[in-house]
């Protein structure tokens, strides 16, 4: 079994919906992180938490949020989704002093028409 | 915001040749990581680096951190069909009390037959 899950793998929906992505570690990782990946631009942090009771915005956390339920679950919402918001979201997980390496999920194909 | 620069953007060789892929920011990295990612799934860690002038060999992959840790490079030797993929370099930058990486434009890398 994956050591980090994302659920849905695909997704199409429309302008101004509301999606929630979700994602479930059993890495035991206290640390988790929102990514969306395009073209030319490479993974850029959308939001980051390093334990259940903290959120820290990344550098594109406008129109997204994020809800940290458990140390194995960290969810990215979108309120109102806009065709800019196109793109492959990943999640990673990490662990405190092994070196700042991250373990990524399959990621999130989401397309907003 | 730092930035990490990758080029080539894309490349295309053919297998047996050798290929160097570069990282280049103005800012100073605490450490600095090269992934892989294949397509429908995340970035996969190849190695890390943490002090300037460093070395390090996996296979027929050598990395090199630059001495003002500001840049980093992959080499090659040898490339093989299986070597195909997305190559992602990130640097750590340390806040506060943890560390977040910020990872570079990529480099598309294909090896034909």
């Known amino acids: 079994d994956a050591d980090v899950t994302q659920t849905p793998r695909n997704r199409i929906t429309k302008t101004g919906k509301r999606i929630m992505l979700e994602c479930s570690q059993t890495?035991?990782?206290?640390?988790m992180y929102w990514y969306r990946q395009d073209p030319g631009l490479g993974l850029r942090l959308i939001y980051y938490?390093?334990?259940?009771?903290?959120?820290n915005k990344g550098e594109i956390s406008d129109g997204y949020s994020v809800s940290r339920q458990a140390q194995a679950k960290f969810s990215l919402s979108l309120e109102s989704a806009i065709p800019n918001q196109t793109a492959l979201y990943f999640c990673?997980?990490?662990?405190?002093?092994?070196?700042?390496?991250?373990?990524f999920g399959p990621g999130t194909r989401l397309t907003v028409l | 915001t730092q930035l990490l620069e990758q080029s080539p953007q894309f490349l295309s060789i053919q297998e047996g040749e050798n290929l160097t892929v570069y990282c280049n920011s103005s800012?100073?990295?605490?450490?600095l990581q090269w992934y892989r990612q294949e397509p429908g799934e995340g970035p996969v860690l190849l190695v890390t680096?943490?002090?300037?002038?460093e070395v390090k060999k996996l296979k027929r992959l050598t990395f090199q951190f630059g001495d003002a840790r500001k840049d980093s490079s992959l080499h090659i030797t040898a490339a093989q069909p299986g070597d195909t993929g997305l190559y992602l370099c990130?640097?750590?930058?340390?806040?506060?009390?943890?560390?977040?990486?910020?990872f570079g434009t990529g480099t598309r890398l294909q090896v034909t037959l």
């Open positions: 990673a997980t990490s662990d405190l002093g092994k070196g700042n390496e991250q373990f």
């Open positions: 890495k035991g990782h206290d640390r």
């Open positions: 800012s100073v990295f605490s450490s």
């Open positions: 938490s390093f334990d259940v009771k903290d959120i």
């Open positions: 680096v943490v002090t300037g002038g």
């Open positions: 990130a640097g750590a930058w340390p806040t506060g009390t943890a560390s977040k990486l910020t």
